[in-house]
């Protein structure tokens, strides 16, 4: 019952502001988790037929744009007023979706995806702060858990709908998502309630100049510092749930017995979102929201007895884990175990996360810390597009791997792709060159050039910022 007079209590701008941020991740999902298979697949399935490098280089540097920016974007929305600045953010998303999906050579995509995480990066502080001004030391703790909850409900009805679109064009992904930030509009001009502007006599460049001076401010606390420094490595390893995972699964994994066994229990549901007989990458990867959402009330009650410091170490040791066993092995259920033990350590984790940095923050300094806390995110997401960009290729891509294994045997093909020459048709007709099948070919190059340790550079991230955390917590914090 107290639950039930608390989400009574919740006001309609409270409600209205969780449901547009749920639109807001089924746009930003269903097109961010397809997006690297966009950029890297052949040409002939409509991809854009990119290497790796190319790939991690746009989404490295503009996915860091889209989490540094907040820190100025909200300083801007402050004084510009909140409806406004979300008209602006659903109009860049929209023109940038529209103008990823027209575009396919390099530098245009770049500037495509670029000036879409701009507008994501207006988006993003606005909502959170909107819950934190709709709800009060009584509601809040709850009401961040429905938004939590909005977050993954989104993050998992996007990408489960885009695996089953894609099976139509890629064309229907963009399309998708611009439907999904239609509704935001919609709801942002006849329900979205603004909270009012700041009239604290400053300009907006004084309020952006201030957002700039915060930062500098909380980087002279060295520990704080040395935190952050040592988060950017979990980081790292956790965004590779989108850089590569996808592109591993796509690549390597035959997922014929997920299908069959989601088919024997729900044949709808499997025809809908497979395709001949197997299950997409996107929505294998879809499932990280999907046990998020089941299982976040048990893991949040269960870490709620340690302390922050010692639940992040204890998370991220079981998220490497989980990466360990989505990238060592061809079996799609063994895959789904890792993804669901990757989500426990993520739930474990991740909210674990602010927490900890709102409990070190001094108690006049806690908003500028909280701002602060993307810093390793932007950072973590550079050094994610690198990784999952040549050092990737160079030890698990299936084409650079058979490029290698063509030139061991002396046998020639053109240099270079082409639309008369795809990645597709290099494979195809390297397993006939060879007398192979292409399932042959796959299990060949898996079996002779091992790209499953890859596992060992990723998981071995994660667990060196445990090892690193620790230490941080015995000699620079004292164990407090």
Known sequence: MAVLSVLKGYSKSFWTSNTIELFERWAWYGFYLAFPLFLVGSTDTGALGFSNAEKGAIMGTSSALLYFLPVITGAIADKVGYKRILLLAFSIYI??????????????????????????AFFKPIISAMIAKTTNEKTASIGFGIFYMMINIGGFIGPFIAGA?????????????????????????????????????????????????????TLQNWKYVLFLVIMILFWTAFNQLYYSFPIFVDQWIDTTSVYNGLHAVWPWLAETIGDNGTISAVSMTSMDSF????????????????RPLAAMMGGILVLAGGLGLMFSTQSGWLILLGVLIFALGEMGSSPKFTEYVGKIAPADQKALYMGTSFLPIAAAHKLAGWLSGD?????????????????????QFPAEYSADFTKNDFFAQAADKMNMTQVELTNYLWQSYHPSNIWMAFSGIAVSAVIFLWLYDRFVMGGK
């Open 95 to 120: 023109t940038g979706f529209l103008m990823i999906s027209s575009f396919n050579s390099y530098w245009p995509v770049y500037f495509a995806f670029m000036w879409t995480c701009i507008g994501g």
């Open 391 to 411: 050092f990737y290729e160079g030890i698990a891509d299936k084409y650079f791997l058979l490029q290698k294994e063509v030139v061991n045997r002396g046998i």
């Open 165 to 217: 679109l894609l099976k139509l064009s890629w064309s229907w992904v963009f399309y998708m998502s611009v439907a999904a930030i239609g509704v935001n509009v919609l709801l942002t001009l006849f329900m979205f309630r603004e909270p009012g502007v700041e009239k604290d006599g400053k300009s907006l460049l004084q309020n952006i100049a201030q957002a700039i001076k915060n930062i500098w401010i």
């Open 291 to 306: 046990f998020i959402i089941v299982f976040q009330l048990m893991v949040s009650a269960f870490v709620m007895r340690f």
